[in-house]
Structure formats: structure tokens, C-alpha cells
């Protein structure tokens, strides 16, 4: 593996991750058309958003109080170029990631656009609904690393009207040519969160023909799942966070309680198996396994990668991040040498097992690395056992790409068609 951050922007994005960087007096990112750098629920934390090179988008953190020891620096050019330096040294040109003319609207209910749904990387996120109810127990027992309770009414609204949610949806289809969507929801007693989340999904679906993400706590009722990949959903995530159980009940104390871990494993799999079910029709479902590292010892994240992608699932691989006033904002943030042998293993399990991880037309994640951007952290030799993969992944991506765009062309002209009726 390439070691020098200047030519591998793989290995960038994850020591950006573990070091975060310091922002330059040179730089106005609001003035310089960049995102506001926002704490939003569906997300694991804020942080300025950037696109590296070979397209890599990140998410860098700069408000953790770990970031006043990184050495990387972002600074503007007199050019007018964005560069990424280590001290005073060069080492990457960057480009913000663009803030979209709908970031300054709001809705015709009068909410801020952005306390309905923000971007992350190019997808759409949006948690529709009232915050986890880890966190308004009389004794909380949210997860420890998490903020989802503390920016209601500063970056994120607390309930969003279904038709405020289309709203945002189309705005962002239209303004930013989004893809996806991803909905998040936390715990809720009665296990309602997918009764909750069911009308935003056919409303959007509707209303914008995009692919569809659901993140829910495991469901007692499997069977729910069939009816979500029958209304148009195509990826369906179950964070777990930890694979090893003693480290799962510490950190994360009420879904230990009320769901336990392997209640997350068997959701997994068995929405792997739902991705086996689709005949010849284009009906692209992906089951995620979602873990956080540096939370566990590595060998256990790696356990969970090889486990996930033995069952058909792709991984999801987050690196914690200490944020501020959360139970482990006085965590250690992990080391980058200690985490590339997990994120490689994301990309080398996913290639053994044949999964589709590069395909969906612009989905850019900038808060994970994706497994096929862990590629970079893979060394040359070991990647060229997997060159015939890749290539056939890169016509699936093509083929992938041309059926969804022809299918979201049939969607336009029929709600053209129904609004000149």
C-alpha cells in the first residue's frame, strides 16, 4: 500500500478521519459557496465537507477539541486553489463540497430546508421524526458515542410533516441531482418506527423516483421488510456498532436491553436473502451491516466485515469520532495505522464475496469510507487478485446506471403526464 498521503487519497480520507485538521484564517467557507458545517440527526457528526482527489467525498472534522493536535491545515491559495497541507507542506488539492441554492429556502411551511434533510456526500439524509427515545428516558440509555439528542431546534427540526420532507426531496432532485435518500429513525416504544416512517417512503418515492435507504432498529416482524422492498425501498441498514457482545451492552446500553445483538444479526441476513429473491425486473436491495470502529479492538471489527459479508450484506464501516458533549467526547479518536487493516478488509471481503459495492450512480458518502474507496488501502499485489472482479464491476456499474436513469425517465413523464391531467 501506498504510504504517502500526497498520492494515495484513500489513506487521506482515513487519517483526515483520525486527525481531523485545523481551517486556515484564508478560508470562508460560507463565502466560498461550502456547506455549513452542521450537527444533524442522521448523522454520526459535523465536520467541513470536501471532495479529495479521485472524487473521494469526506467529511473532516474541525470543531472536536482532538483536531488542535492535527497537523493538516486547510488553506486557500492566492490563486484561489484549496489545498490540504501537512504544516507547510503540500498535499492535495481539494474542492468544497458545493453548497445548493436550496440550503437557503424554506419550505411553505416556513422551516428552514435544512432542518428538514441535508446533504451528505451527494445523497439525501433526513430522520423524520421525533428524536430516539434512548435519550428521554428517565434514566437515558442512548448509545454513548452519539448526538442525536443534542441539536434539536439548533440544526434539526424535531417532527417533519410528510409534505415538508417531499418538499426538500424534489428540491434537492431538482437542485442537486440526488439519487438517494436515506431515512433514519431511532428507537420508539411499540416498535413503531417503520409504521412511522411507511408514508414518507411512498410520498417520496412518488414524488421523486429515487432510490430509497431505510436505518431502523431490527423489527420483531421480518416479514415488514418484504413489504418495504415492495414499496419501492432499496437498501435497508441495521447499525449494531460492536460485534463484540461485552463492548455492544457498554456502549450501547438500550439496544442491548430491548433488541440485543443478535436480533441485529438476523435482520441482516435475512435482508440478504431478499436481494436473492429478484428476478429479471431492475429491483436493485441491499442489506447493510453497519459498525463503528474504534470502539472495539480491530480483530472484532474485522470479525464483523468477514461475518456481514458472508451472509450477502455489504458493511458499513464508520470510524468514531469523539464529539463534543457526548458520554465519550473524552475518548481517544483511533489510530489511523491501527484502522487500515479494517477498512481494507472492507474492500477485500466484499470483492471475495462478489458483492456490488460500486454501482449505484452518484451516491458519494462523505461521513464513511465506502468499501470500494478501501480499494486504496489494499496493497497493488493484493488487488490484482481481484482485477477480473473489478472489471466486471464496472460494467454492472454502467448497466446499473443506464436502467435506473431510463427507469426515473418513465417516472418523470408519468407525473407530467398525471399533472397536465
Given amino acids: 500500500m501506498e504510504r ?43 465536520g467541513l465537507e470536501v471532495i479529495l482527489p ?6 473532516i472534522p474541525v470543531e472536536e477539541d482532538f483536531t488542535k493536535a492535527s497537523p493538516y491545515v486547510v488553506r486557500r491559495r ?99 441531482d440526488i439519487t438517494y435518500i436515506d431515512f433514519n429513525t431511532g428507537h420508539y416504544k411499540g416498535e413503531t418506527f417503520l409504521d412511522i416512517l411507511e408514508p414518507y417512503i411512498r410520498a417520496v418515492k412518488d414524488a421523486t423516483g429515487c432510490m430509497i435507504g431505510v436505518q431502523t432498529p431490527p423489527h420483531a416482524d421480518l416479514e415488514r421488510y418484504k413489504k418495504l422492498k415492495e414499496m419501492g425501498v432499496n437498501r435497508v441498514s441495521f447499525c449494531f456498532e460492536l460485534y463484540d457482545p461485552v463492548q455492544f451492552k457498554e456502549v450501547c446500553p438500550g439496544k442491548d436491553r430491548q433488541y440485543g445483538l443478535q436480533r441485529y444479526l438476523d435482520a441482516v441476513e435475512y435482508n440478504a436473502t431478499l436481494g436473492k429473491t429478484s428476478k429479471k425486473t431492475f429491483d436493485p436491495w441491499v442489506s447493510n451491516g453497519e459498525i463503528i470502529a474504534g470502539l472495539e479492538a480491530p480483530e472484532w471489527s474485522i470479525k464483523a466485515i468477514d461475518w456481514i ?15 463534543k458533549d457526548t458520554d465519550y467526547e473524552d475518548q481517544a479518536v483511533p489510530k489511523t495505522e491501527d484502522m487500515i487493516d479494517v477498512f481494507a478488509a472492507q474492500y477485500e471481503c466484499c470483492m471475495r464475496e462478489g458483492l ?33 472482479k473489478e472489471t466486471k464491476m464496472a460494467a454492472m456499474k454502467k448497466v446499473f446506471a443506464a436502467q435506473f436513469y431510463a427507469k426515473l425517465r418513465e417516472h ?9 391531467a
Fill in 309 to 323: 459479508t458472508s451472509v450477502g450484506a455489504i458493511p458499513t464501516v464508520c470510524l468514531f469520532r469523539p464529539l
Fill in 78 to 176: 492566492d490563486n484561489g486553489e484549496l489545498w490540504i497541507d501537512e504544516g507547510q507542506e503540500p498535499i492535495a488539492p481539494i474542492q468544497l463540497a458545493p453548497r445548493p441554492g436550496w440550503y437557503d429556502h424554506t419550505t411553505s411551511s416556513g422551516k428552514k430546508m435544512t432542518a428538514i434533510g441535508t446533504l451528505q456526500g451527494t445523497y439525501l439524509g433526513v430522520y423524520p421524526s421525533r428524536v430516539c427515545e434512548y435519550w428521554t428516558e428517565d434514566s437515558p440509555t442512548n448509545c454513548k458515542f452519539c448526538s442525536v439528542g443534542l441539536n434539536l431546534g439548533a440544526d434539526d427540526a424535531e417532527e417533519k410533516r410528510v409534505s415538508e420532507v417531499v418538499e426538500v426531496a424534489v428540491a434537492a432532485r431538482d437542485g442537486s
Fill in 412 to 420: 418523470d413523464q408519468r407525473r407530467a403526464k398525471a399533472a397536465g
Fill in 356 to 388: 456490488p459495492i460500486n454501482v449505484a450512480p452518484n451516491v458519494n458518502v462523505s461521513l464513511v469510507m465506502l468499501p470500494w474507496e478501501c480499494r486504496w488501502l489494499v496493497s497493488k499485489s493484493r488487488r490484482r487478485r481481484y482485477l477480473l
Fill in 4 to 46: 504517502d498521503t500526497r498520492k494515495n487519497p484513500g489513506l487521506l480520507k482515513l487519517d483526515l478521519y483520525c486527525r481531523g485538521a485545523l481551517i486556515d484564517d484564508s478560508m470562508r467557507v460560507n463565502d466560498d459557496g461550502g456547506r455549513p458545517i452542521l450537527r444533524t440527526r442522521a448523522g454520526l457528526g459535523s
Fill in 54 to 59: 479521485d472524487n473521494l467525498w469526506t467529511n
